[in-house]
């Protein structure tokens, strides 16, 4: 193959003996290899692109044709399986007034049926990551959207409250899946473009929240609930039909002996690039010593590791307890509703209006300002402070929401509150791949988001129970939550802002890419280390 990508160069060299013609063609080789050019037009380092005259590894091969057409095309098929995932989430809030009312659901079993969906999650996210791990990425993630699709499918067919119950949990434990697209995605992506791919996803998040109340908008009036359950399945069957495009892991077909697959993936990869592919042979990376949670609890880690689980606990907590406030808040009228109120029956309650689903939009709409509130800061203010800062604005909005506010003043203070709750879970992701090091990276992040699952499972029995028997206990429980998740913020020990990934006893070849980088750029491109590492 060398010969075939070399053939313009072999019709200008002279006709010498065999000793200097192979001279020639590694110098040719090395030109060749030292030109390729990264996205942004920085040439690539003679020792990424080959470690060697004759072999190169999949990562050096991702770097050497750099993001492109592919990039782009994967980017919005991993947009969508996150999408539809925010739209099972968001669903939630809809879901739950509706069958309050339709079922006469008493308010524990309400909350019961939210917490389902996460308790599916926590079984279900490493199992998909075993499975991913031994039949491949797209297996993986193929069958955790179909099993997604099905189940999503069956719920609006659920004739009673068990059974919703169990399907519900069926579903949660196919989302379980999702951040296996993260996992692909992250495999095919060059360095410096991790960042801003990451915050890409993002706003596919953000418009699945959006997407969805927009279809309850349309079709809850008329339809009702199973057409929305059937219809919140849309992106997860376009994804489904998608699939046969998405290639496997390259990295994975190497890791398992399947070489001339990864290098056909690879050669596919340049063709719609249009970029040019490394010489020589594709060679397996050395594998890092997989990370023990002991190694988390290090003199080194221990304080962050803790600190790091409370405020992802407390993200996932206020976020999802915000979602699922807002509907309930803009039916009671906030505590105005409550002075009002005799205390109620837990059967007791209220459809949501056209004006509920309107200002619900709204307040959705914030997760967009709530992404580029973190892009501005987190560089500038640092990971830390973007967190603490986050945490505080959220409580700030809360307080008020103890007067007796307007309904246009309340859907104000929520919108704020939801896009600077939405930027931390932003700043946690990129500040917990970069804190630890690469043995215990995926271990940090996984066990971080296993936290954040026990504070979406806990959050509606105060949403939706506490809120019943007093609307200031629940608005203080979460205001509380994110003053000590703001001052834990500020304790982390570690700063990451301006350092590049960090390494462990062995050096891999994305670490060593970020130090040299970092020493070049002084620190301009940590953020791009940011990737969804996990």
């Known amino acids: 193959t060398q010969r075939d990508i070399f053939q313009p160069c072999e019709s200008t060299r002279s006709e010498d003996d065999g000793e200097n013609r192979e001279q020639v063609v590694r110098i040719a080789e090395q030109t060749d290899l030292e030109s390729v050019a990264l996205a942004d037009g920085a040439p690539v380092p003679r020792e990424f692109a080959n470690?060697?005259?004759?072999?190169?590894?999949?990562?050096?091969?991702?770097?050497?044709?750099?993001?492109?057409?592919?990039?782009?095309?994967?980017?919005?098929?991993?947009g969508l399986s996150w999408m539809a995932d925010a739209m099972e989430m968001m669903i939630l809030s809809i879901l739950a007034p509706q069958l309050h009312c339709e079922w006469r659901l008493p308010s524990l079993e309400v909350a019961l049926l939210t917490s389902a969906v996460f308790i599916g999650m926590m079984i279900s996210s490493s199992l998909w990551g075993n499975i991913s791990d031994k039949y491949g990425r797209k297996t993986g993630l193929k069958m955790s959207v179909l099993w997604t699709m099905f189940y999503g499918l069956m719920s609006a067919f659920a004739p009673i409250y068990g059974w919703i119950l169990v399907l519900r949990a069926l579903v949660g434990f196919g989302?379980?899946?999702?951040?296996?697209?993260?996992?692909?995605?992250?495999?095919?992506?060059?360095?410096?473009?991790?960042?801003?791919?990451?915050?890409?996803?993002?706003?596919?998040?953000?418009l699945g929240t959006v997407f969805e109340v927009l279809l309850a908008i349309l079709v809850m009036p008329t339809l009702g609930w199973r057409w929305l359950l059937g219809l919140s399945t849309i992106p997860l069957f376009i994804f489904a039909v998608l699939c046969f495009w998405l290639p496997e892991?390259?990295?994975?077909?190497?890791?398992?002996?399947?070489?001339?697959?990864?290098?056909?993936?690879?050669?596919?990869?340049?063709?719609?690039?249009?970029?040019?592919?490394?010489?020589?042979?594709?060679?397996?990376?050395?594998?890092?010593?997989?990370?023990?949670?002991?190694?988390l609890f290090s003199s080194h880690f221990r304080w962050t590791t803790v600190l790091l689980w409370f405020i992802w606990f407390a993200n996932a907590f206020s976020y999802y307890g915000l979602v699922l406030l807002t509907t309930e808040l803009f039916q009671e009228g906030g505590a105005c509703g409550s002075n009002k109120m005799e205390p109620r029956c837990s059967l007791e309650c209220k459809y949501l209006n056209s004006d509920d689903y309107k200002d619900l939009l709204w307040t959705t709409?914030?997760?967009?300002?709530?992404?580029?509130?973190?892009?501005?800061?987190?560089?500038?203010?640092?990971?830390?402070?973007?967190?603490?800062?986050?945490?505080?604005?959220?409580?700030?909005?809360?307080?008020p929401l103890y007067g007796c506010v307007g309904r246009a003043s309340m859907t104000v203070l929520i919108f704020i509150a939801r896009a600077f709750i939405a930027g931390g879970f932003q700043a946690a992701y990129v500040y917990t791949p970069e804190v630890y090091p690469t043995a215990t990276r995926a271990l940090g992040l996984g066990t971080s988001s296993g936290m954040a699952r026990v504070g979406a499972l806990i959050t509606p029995f105060v949403a939706q129970v506490m809120l019943e028997s007093s609307v200031y206990l629940a608005l203080s429980v979460y205001c509380c939550c994110c003053l000590l998740a703001a001052i834990a913020s500020c304790a982390?020990?570690?700063?990451?802002?301006?350092?590049?990934?960090?390494?462990?006893?062995?050096?891999?070849?994305?670490?060593?890419?970020?130090?040299?980088?970092?020493?070049?750029?002084?620190?301009?491109?940590?953020?791009?280390?940011?990737?969804?590492?996990g």
Not at 495 to 511: A, D, F, I, N, V
Not at 518 to 533: D, E, K, L, R, W
Request: some cysteine.
């Open 249 to 295: 892991s390259a990295r994975y077909d190497v890791l398992t002996g399947n070489q001339e697959k990864a290098l056909a993936t690879l050669k596919r990869i340049a063709t719609e690039n249009g970029a040019p592919m490394p010489l020589g042979k594709l060679v397996a990376a050395r594998q890092e010593d997989r990370g023990k949670i002991q190694d």
């Open 365 to 399: 709409l914030s997760e967009f300002p709530g992404l580029l509130v973190t892009l501005w800061a987190i560089d500038r203010l640092g990971r830390r402070k973007t967190m603490a800062l986050c945490f505080l604005v959220f409580s700030l909005c809360i307080i």
């Open 492 to 533: 982390l020990p570690i700063e990451t802002t301006g350092r590049g990934l960090q390494e462990s006893s062995h050096h891999e070849w994305g670490q060593e890419m970020m130090g040299r980088a970092s020493s070049h750029n002084s620190g301009g491109i940590a953020h791009s280390s940011s990737g969804s590492q």
């Open 175 to 206: 989302i379980g899946g999702a951040p296996q697209s993260v996992t692909l995605y992250a495999e095919f992506l060059p360095m410096r473009s991790r960042a801003t791919c990451i915050l890409l996803i993002e706003i596919f998040w953000a």
């Open 51 to 78: 470690p060697t005259d004759d072999t190169f590894m999949v990562e050096d091969a991702v770097e050497a044709i750099g993001f492109g057409t592919f990039q782009w095309k994967l980017s919005i098929l991993t």
